[in-house]
């Protein structure tokens, strides 16, 4: 009975896990969570990971803030932490061109962001309602943080966001910077696309560097990707990739 149950719960995560969403048309995409633990992912402080996985999530009230609280597992949901409040994570894998999709969801008044090369943020926020998004709101191409100061950063074109409690989705084209065989860079890295839910929400937009809280790792062909855990609830699901396709890269 105990391998029949083990058995059904590992069916369970990985059909969970392979049902990809109708934006994922096409051949290529491999999954970045394997729907059942955080294998392949770990902490930017080095430190024991507190990121855990589970089958479902609901808002849980708790004092004045408003949790994320995953039931069940190991699942194919993965959350930073039962307080919001822990190290990013980092993938063991690095990555250059890509297209990445994830979808995520996040409480009343949370923050997040997905970074590119752990350098380059497509922020996430609670901006659900917001008339004129800027360049801290959700979709939008983070800031630098230069001479503590924050400088340029590239709003979303329009507000995509749903309401916190909601799954949203992020569907990223990215274009890696390229260097020369001295290991200058000869042009920066570039968000192609970005559609938040579906909605355009980036085009062609330039990263003349890192972003803010970006890691201080040098500017590469590739790099690992990061998920901020440090700034509020985040849980994350249908997290897949492929190489960029040269129609896009071009």
Known sequence: MKILIGFLAITFSCAAQSDKPPALQGKGWRALLN????????????????????????????????????????????????????????????????????????PPKSNSGVYLESLYEVQILDSFGVKQPGVHDCGAIYERWINGKGVGGTPPLVNASKAPGEWQSFHIWFRAPRFDGAGKKTQNARFLKVEQNGQLVQREVEAPGPTRAAVETPEAPENPLMLQGDHGPVAFRNMYFRPLSTKHEN
């Open 35 to 106: 729907g059942r633990d955080t294998a392949g992912w770990h902490s930017r402080d080095g430190k024991p990971q507190t990121w855990y996985t589970a089958k479902d999530v609901h808002l849980e009230p708790s004092g004045m803030h408003t949790l994320l609280k995953g039931t069940g597992g190991p699942g194919p949901i993965m959350i930073n932490g039962p307080d919001g409040r822990t190290a990013d994570f980092i993938t063991d894998q690095k990555f250059g061109d890509i297209e990445l999709y994830l979808e995520f969801m996040i």
